[in-house]
């Protein structure tokens, strides 16, 4: 792990160990555990293939005139995730990959644009070292650093956007990107590689899009599947095609999954809340043939948003999306 | 729009413009946007179709031993409606249809039956003018008017109360209507025609409803599809077959959309919540289906309670329940 | 019921009669109405055949780290009880069987162990004279004296645990039982007898359960059917499959219902709350396929949490467990 030391050396936190309260029972052994003294040993080294990073950051949210809160996300999350137990019922994930928590990108007293700078560095810097990030918002403006930070490190990327929403809107004053553009901005960087036809949109919401900004993703010759479409066709099958759709003809692919994308009963807490939306079971569904498929590099939680959070309930719930990816991933190796 | 305004003169309030705030965005309008700008002008006048109208009352819930808070949905449930785009995926409604929100009807200082008399008057008004009225309530009190006003405007009428409740209760003291009497009350109307064959329960929930009552409605020849049945049958076939019974033989349909029906991890915000029922896919589902169905011409929303919502989940529910009808209606035009 | 009150007296308290006010309507009567006057002759003595036993117990919920108020539960799950109707939709099954409330077990300034004591007594006895008990926990402590009760008074038993949880966990310091390890208690009684084979984990979650725990149930020859499999199966289909397992080969059937197999979503009231799990509608289908089958002869409801329930959802769901249960039990006479 000296090698992810020195990538996040001076940007990042490390873990906060009061989140981490071990049951002491060791035959009962929780991810808390493994992330704390398990992995704190030169032999895990080599070992390390998933690398957690967290990410405080809602200034984005609050531009695009969105309750804030999400830039609490990642310690609600990591509380509950440490708590859990590495067993999916068939395997122990840290017994076929390296797990590390690598901390949490500082946000303070940065702008926006500042902080996305050190986040696409970072990210950039574990995947040109070979690991699979994962990163926990934040608000969707963590998504623009990530899927620069992949694009610019391959010849060509897909890039699968789980959400409610499009997310393609324009930057306020042409400048100032927000929670609402990541992809737009990604789209339009000069030195990202990315064809419209792998960008799909996954779980649109009716009366939550606007018909320009869906234009938009058509004119570029992104695919929207619409929320409504997916009820009617089934959710493994159009899921399925999503990730054909972005990583047939590319390189790699970046999964962002917005936790709005999920129904409200299932995922109270996050920044605007959809009554209907994906159940819980569809959510790790996905997030486990995430962790599967061979192309996909990277992958990004974001929106869940802890002060509108009930009991812990969507904390929960993207902490069983990590261990589930976890999962998934742990069969490639 | 002039002759809505005649209608509903002295009875009604007009838009409350403090539930509207525009995002100022003329790339992604809302229906608060068309609402409260395109469609006060005289070009509209002719092409409106589908009238919102608000009745905040609770009397009847509090007569019926229920707890009140359902005269609070109008606004709750408008303050959504009006920040969503009109943009279903793959239609603007508003490009199809003429909508207009006439505003709320006055209850301050009326009696529950002073009330439902104006409100009567006023729903008979829309509907001799050629319009589709649909009717916020309120407890299920809102719906006795409603009926009575499409049974005394047309030869003969169907009813499809979508409910966990069956709301064929006796009068208080034989003469006081409440929430759980109004399919009695508009079934013994002596000017409304209403063959018990037309009239559906759809919904109705075990261990909710009192045997006397379903036996109530077996005796007149109406319909009782339990909730479990349904369940077991399917949902769309259920409401299709639900749908062909309540229009087959009748020259109009009135659908009331208790929210009650929905299971409370959905829709928490109600008078009476249950803790299974239709989920809320199901519901638009329903919706829509209400809206491209010919005969359909009156829908209300009902028991929706604010005081007990959970961030606005149950108000948004109802809002997009107005926005897929209005989707549904627009293919008939 | 003269036996029932031998049975009990000295040790339980009798129904408390705040927790029920009657709609005085003739034409609707709810559950209450029947248990608080109907029952309450001479006449229904042999009719009886189910038998209500509250346990109000968290003490072991303490003990394994939990949070308490589960013993809060039986009364919450009693006052919505009372107000159902005992209609199912097709028939009344006060009509059909005799159900009574057998009222609570005294567990003020008694030690868990003490408790339990009593617990398994009363129970044994109910089971004795030919009872069908249904007892509403409290922790999962609590399912230790019900199974141990019918192990004693039968040659052989299956145990269906419904739970997220195995509840395998070893006792504190080798002799201190707790909320986590009733099933362990009872296997290894050495009075009673059931069969590895018999013994079936119904709905355990990944990242929720200990591999240890689940090696344990393995090398006792028991089954685990996790909660992924039984998704991918199908719910019916594999409840099936573990009434089955647990009643082919054994005198009587043992059902413990732990709510948080249910998902927060519907059942948010519970000490550990899980953001995935069964629907409502598959737990009723549950209970009332428990009540139907015939081998089963007691069923418990455990780890309900009134603390942390929405507007009662999740005593509402137990309550309509408890109502199925009867409505299946019906069935049998």
Not at 132 to 152: Q, V, W
Not at 207 to 235: L, P, Q, W
Not at 296 to 301: G, H, Q, S
């Amino acid at each position: 792990m000296n090698n992810i030391r020195e990538i996040v050396s001076n940007y990042v936190l490390p873990n906060n160990p009061t989140l981490y309260r071990s049951k002491n029972d060791i035959s009962d052994p929780r991810i808390g555990d493994y992330l704390f003294t398990h992995n704190d040993s030169e032999t895990c080294i080599k070992e390390v293939n998933a690398v957690l990073l967290s990410v405080p950051q809602d200034l984005g949210v609050a531009r695009n005139g969105g309750r804030t809160g999400a830039a609490l996300a990642p310690e609600a999350i990591k509380k509950v995730l440490y708590k859990l137990t590495p067993y999916s019922g068939t395997v122990n994930f840290f017994e076929k990959i390296g797990f590390y928590d690598a901390g949490t990108i500082q946000t303070d007293n940065l702008t926006l644009e500042e902080s996305q700078a050190i986040q696409e560095n970072v990210v950039s810097g574990l995947l040109n070292e070979g690991y699979y990030p994962i990163i926990i918002g934040g608000g969707h403006e963590i998504g623009y650093p990530n899927g620069a930070a992949l694009g610019c490190s391959f010849e060509s990327i897909g890039i699968l956007n789980f959400d409610a929403h499009t997310d393609v809107r324009p930057l306020i004053d042409n400048r100032l990107g927000h929670s609402g553009s990541p992809f737009r901005q990604i789209i339009e960087r000069k030195d990202v590689n990315i064809e419209g036809s792998a960008f799909v949109e996954f779980g649109i919401q009716p009366f939550a899009a606007a018909e320009s900004h869906c234009d938009y993703v058509k004119r570029i010759g992104g695919r929207i599947m619409n929320y409504t479409d997916i009820r009617r066709e089934g959710f493994e099958i159009s899921f399925d095609n999503a990730l054909y759709r972005t990583s047939e003809n590319t390189d790699t692919t970046y999964i962002s999954f917005d936790i709005d994308a999920i129904c409200s009963a299932f995922a109270p807490g996050v920044s605007a809340p959809a009554t209907i939306g994906f159940t819980a079971d569809e959510f790790l569904l996905a997030t486990e043939k995430a962790g599967t498929h061979e192309k996909v590099r990277l992958v990004d939680f974001v929106e869940m948003n802890p002060l509108y959070d009930i009991d812990n309930r969507t904390a929960k719930l993207v902490a069983l999306g990590i261990t589930s990816y976890l999962v998934g991933l742990s069969k490639r190796f």
